[in-house]
């Protein structure tokens, strides 16, 4: 079995496989709020198999954000979604 394939310790957890995703920031969120488009994206994206998948990166504040609707936690809205 190729070593692609076995499993991996990274740092104290251990991951199925060596397969891993970037960063999966898309423009996908609802006036910053996170929704289900989200979650079935990541979802999805999770059953093809990768052993360790980056995901969204979160904006702690209007200031600074680089697209509009970038996904945020700058209010309670954001952070139950």
């Known amino acids: ?5 076995t499993p991996f310790n990274l740092g104290g957890v251990v991951i ?12 996908r969120s609802s006036k910053s709020v996170p929704n289900e488009i989200m979650k079935q994206y990541h979802d999805q994206r999770a059953a093809g ?12 504040t209007r200031q600074g954000s ?16």
């Open 16 to 27: 199925p496989n060596r397969i891993g995703m970037s960063a999966l920031t898309r423009n």
């Open 1 to 5: 079995m190729s070593a692609l394939f």
């Open 66 to 81: 680089e697209w509009p609707d970038a996904p945020g936690i700058w209010n309670q809205e954001q952070i139950e979604g």
């Open 49 to 60: 198999g990768a052993g360790l998948i980056v995901t969204e990166g979160t904006l702690i």
